[in-house]
C-alpha cells in the first residue's frame, strides 16, 4: 500500500524553530493533515492543508507542500515546552498516518 | 458534547479471551473508525464505517470485528485475543467538511494480552 514516513525524533530548545517533515506517496490526496497527540491522549487535529495550495500559515505553524517531491512540513515558530508531543502526518485518501515524530523541547 | 468515548482505558486479557471495546460519539457523525497503535508504526486502520449498517476492512482487519447498528456506536470486538493484539486502540469519528475528513478521536483503550 502507500507509505507515509516521518523520522521518530525531534529536538529542540525552547524559542527555536522547530520543523518536522513528511513524505507521501499517494499523489491523489486531497488533503494533508497534521495531527498532535499529548501523552496519554488522543490525536487532535492541529493543521491541514489542501493539495493544490503549497503554503498554508496559522499562527506559529507554517505548513508546506512541495505535491513534486511528495513532501509535507509542519514547522512550529517560537516552540514552546507546551509544544513537546508526537506529531501525525495523514493524508486524505485512505487515513493513512505516518510513525509519529516525538518532538521534545528543552529549557 | 462529550465527543467521541472510549471504554474501557485499560484491559488486560489473557489469550483466547474475547471482549468488546465500546466507542460511542454524540456529534452525529457518519463515519466512524477504529485504529491500533504500536511503536514505530504509527496508528494503523482495523475496520471503518461510513455509516450504520456499513462496515469495511482496513489496513489489519484479522482477528477483529466491528457491527455498526447505530449512527452513534461503534463496537470493536476481538474474537480470541492474541498477544500480538497488545496496543493502544483509538477510536474516531468524523464528517466531511472544509478540512476534508477531519477525525475527533477518543481517549484510547490501552489492551494488554498476555
Given at each position: 500500500g502507500e507509505d507515509v514516513e516521518q523520522s521518530l525524533f525531534l529536538s529542540v530548545r525552547e524559542g527555536d524553530s522547530s520543523v518536522i517533515n513528511c513524505t507521501y506517496?499517494?499523489?491523489?490526496?486531497?488533503y494533508l493533515y497534521w495531527y498532535k497527540q499529548e501523552p496519554g491522549a488522543g490525536l487532535q487535529l492541529l493543521t491541514y492543508i489542501f493539495s493544490n495550495m503549497d503554503m498554508k500559515q496559522d499562527q506559529r505553524l507554517t505548513v508546506l507542500l512541495n505535491k513534486k517531491d511528495k513532501h509535507l512540513s509542519l514547522r512550529i515558530a517560537?516552540?514552546?515546552?507546551?509544544?513537546?508531543a508526537i506529531y501525525f502526518c495523514a493524508e486524505s485518501i485512505d487515513m493513512r498516518f505516518g510513525a509519529g515524530t516525538r518532538l521534545t523541547v528543552k529549557p | 458534547n462529550a465527543g467521541v468515548t472510549q471504554t474501557p482505558k485499560f484491559q488486560v486479557l489473557k489469550t483466547g479471551q474475547s471482549m468488546t471495546l465500546q466507542c460511542a460519539q454524540?456529534?452525529?457523525?457518519?463515519y466512524m473508525s477504529w485504529y491500533r497503535q504500536d511503536p514505530g508504526m504509527g496508528l494503523r486502520l482495523i475496520h471503518y464505517s461510513v455509516g450504520a449498517g456499513i462496515t469495511d476492512q482496513g489496513e489489519v482487519p484479522n482477528g477483529y470485528n466491528v457491527s455498526r447498528s447505530t449512527t452513534e456506536d461503534f463496537p470493536l470486538r476481538l474474537l480470541s485475543a492474541a498477544p500480538s493484539q497488545t496496543s493502544v486502540y483509538f477510536c474516531a469519528s468524523s464528517y466531511p467538511g472544509q478540512g476534508g475528513h477531519e477525525q475527533f478521536f477518543g481517549p484510547g483503550t490501552r489492551l494488554t494480552v498476555l
Open positions: 506517496t499517494d499523489s491523489s490526496s486531497t517560537d516552540t514552546q515546552t507546551g509544544d513537546s | 454524540d456529534m452525529n457523525h457518519e
